[in-house]
């Protein structure tokens, strides 16, 4: 699927945890992060899925036409016009999703980011008709290639709309 | 690695829990934040007439990973930054604009070595579930 850079700057950071809510100085105040033991301002928990910004490959994109490699990939789903050929798609779905830590995610870092399918699978579901399962992994590693997360998400491809 | 705990592992229980609200009359403006922020523009999220012509759906919704995004308060408000050892949900129902949310966390697992496990749910104003989940936490013994 996907390798790419994913640079970590202190303003994305800002920019994700203000969409939170966040209070929490720790993702923002360099002054009280270096009097903690961490020494510096980290990323909220989930913040790894902010790597989407940096994937030449990424579907849903909006309007954005960077970073995009040079022969794209084939727009899938929805795309039409006066919607910003987004990608996005009514019937595809996030399941679930799973974080594992190996280290704080900093600002300054260059993570490589590097994306791969996992498992798929179907189930018949009793809302939205067929569903299908698919995984995508992502590992973000520093510089030294030290794994910093990894995150599974499971995308769930539906028949029909699905009401909660 | 380092960490900055709230509290130890011998301070929590077995049972023990915490909750807190995440999201009060979430709005629109927060779901689009979140898009730019995390660089998912599917318009299911934020073009209403999308949402509510061909899609089918009432309103626009709030992506899933905002509304993990916001159960994660719930675990750094309560356990500290850079304790999380994994972090994981399950997408159960939609979140729509207007939603109030409670994150809920439930102490399952208290390890000798200080790896907590947590019990994860985060309900609507209706009380029903949204996303349920798990989390471990490293802190100190």
């Known amino acids: 699927m996907a390798d790419f850079e994913f640079p970590v700057d202190r303003t994305a950071i800002l920019n994700f945890a203000a969409a939170l809510g966040e209070t929490n100085p720790i993702y923002w105040d360099e002054a009280h992060a270096k009097a903690t033991p961490l020494g510096s301002v980290i990323a909220p928990p989930t913040f790894a899925v902010a790597a989407a910004l940096w994937n030449p490959d990424a579907g849903l994109r909006g309007i954005r036409q960077i970073p995009k490699r040079s022969a794209p990939p084939a727009e899938k789903g929805a795309a039409r016009e006066g919607r910003g050929g987004g990608g996005g798609s009514a019937r595809l779905l996030h399941g679930e999703q799973r974080f594992e830590y190996h280290q704080p995610l900093r600002p300054g870092m260059r993570l490589s980011a590097s994306i791969r399918p996992g498992r798929t699978w179907e189930k ?16 973000l590693r520093d510089e030294r290639g030290e794994l910093v997360v990894t995150s599974t998400s499971v995308g769930i491809i539906t028949e029909k709309a699905v009401e909660g | 690695m380092s960490t900055n705990p709230k509290l130890r592992a011998g301070e929590l229980a077995v049972g023990a829990s915490r909750e807190q609200v995440v999201a009060e009359n979430l709005s629109r403006t927060q779901i689009v934040m979140y898009a730019g ?61 207007g939603d109030t949310l409670t994150a809920t966390g439930t102490v399952t697992s208290v390890g000798a070595d200080g790896q907590v496990g947590i019990e994860l749910v985060t309900t609507n104003q209706r009380g029903e579930p949204v996303v349920a989940g798990e989390a471990v936490a490293q802190l100190p013994v």
């Not at chain 1, 018949?124 to 590992?139: A, N, P």
């Not at chain 2, 999220?45 to 949402?51: K, L, R, V």
């Not at chain 2, 899609?55 to 999380?84: I, N």
């Open chain 1, 124 to 139: 018949e579901g009793k809302r939205g008709g067929k569903l299908r399962f698919s995984e995508t992994i992502t590992e």
């Open chain 2, 37 to 97: 922020a995390s660089g998912d523009f599917n318009p299911i999220h934020h073009d209403e007439p999308f949402a509510t012509g061909g899609a089918g759906y009432p309103s626009v919704f709030a992506h899933g990973m905002l509304t993990m995004g916001l159960t994660g308060r719930l675990l750094t408000d309560w356990l500290g930054d850079g304790v999380l050892r994994s972090f994981g949900v399950r997408f159960v129902r939609q979140v729509w604009p």
